[in-house]
């Protein structure tokens, strides 16, 4: 019985969906706009999980009670816009919420044809966690809710051959400007995210110091973000922003620094090094060691004696 509860019920339509959410069928199969501008729209509450193959946006200016996104709960008291990808969890147990914003739900199949329907699985926000969402200025609130207008003015206008090239041309400029807004967020935050930074070092430091690698291995993304309470995502792209590289490539700077000091510092082999790291074959250190230093490790302890 557990289990059952447990596995969150899937919503395979966009019209599915809305009725899930105690809301009218859509005007369009595939794409629909909810205006909670204009509108007092009441979302109805789930007693579980629910997944939806579709794309969501919402920009919301206040809303009161909250909505499980991902793992975890949003307050939307201070708005903003969130984004959901196909297959994430949504709901979660919740009363009934009253919106006050937009949100569009798009089904791939809309962006079937054109290269947005490609290019929008780059956006990297779209697997960030609810907690991490794009807060805007009054200037940027603008920008976005002139975008939701244009696309509410399509869906509810005369519907002819240029219909979805315009509303998708909408979709296009909506995911640019957030993508700029979100870069723009990171530069702002630089000090939260300096804070951050510090704590990741600490991080891979601890692990690498202790015996984490030799009992779980090399440390995964999810494993740091997960300890720093944020979205893979979210973790690369802010330390993109801020140094230049994603998490990957900063984990494997740090694993460099640290086999450097061995390599230099200890009488262990090579192997040994490998093991202490986490690595599973040692082939595979020496492998990333010479791609990051252009030497192999032998070639670098040598080059201290």
């Known amino acids: 019985m557990k289990s059952e509860e447990a596995t969150p019920h899937r919503y395979n ?3 599915e969906t809305l009725q899930a959410m105690g809301l009218p069928k859509p005007v369009h199969p595939l794409i629909s706009l909810i205006d909670g501008i204009n509108n007092k729209i009441t979302i109805k509450g789930s007693n579980g999980s629910r997944m939806t193959t579709l794309y969501k946006i919402a920009y919301t200016t206040k809303m009161k009670g909250k909505m499980q996104y991902g793992q975890g709960y949003y307050d939307f008291d201070e708005g903003g816009l969130l984004f959901a990808a196909p297959n994430q969890l949504i709901g979660g147990k919740t009363n009934d919420t009253v919106l006050s914003g937009y949100t569009l739900l798009i089904h791939p199949d ?13 956006y990297g926000f779209f697997s960030y966690s609810s907690n991490e969402t794009l807060h805007l200025s009054d200037i940027e609130k603008n920008i976005i809710v002139g975008i939701f207008k244009h696309i509410q003015l399509e869906l509810e206008g005369r519907i002819d051959d240029f219909s979805q090239d315009v ?4 979709i296009e400029l909506l995911l640019t400007y957030s993508n700029r807004f979100y870069k723009r967020q990171f530069i702002t935050r630089k000090a939260v995210s300096t804070q951050l930074l510090e704590k990741l070092e600490d991080l891979i430091e601890q692990y690498f110091k202790g015996e984490l690698p030799l009992q779980k291995g090399l440390p995964t993304v999810t494993y740091l973000a997960d300890r720093l309470n944020m979205s893979p995502g ?3 792209d802010m330390l993109r922003s801020l140094i230049g590289q994603n998490a990957t490539q900063f984990m494997h700077a740090k694993l460099i620094e640290y086999a450097k000091e061995q390599l230099s510092g200890t009488g262990l082999s090579v192997n040994e090094i490998a093991w202490s790291l986490g690595f599973e074959h040692a082939q595979s250190f020496s492998k990333l060691f010479k791609n990051k230093t252009k030497l192999t490790p032998l070639e670098f302890r040598r080059s201290f004696n």
């Open 13 to 15: 339509s966009l019209s």
């Open 110 to 122: 809309f962006l079937w044809n054109y290269p947005l329907g490609k290019k929008i699985r780059q």
């Open 167 to 170: 509303i998708i041309s909408q």
């Open 234 to 236: 979210y973790l690369s």
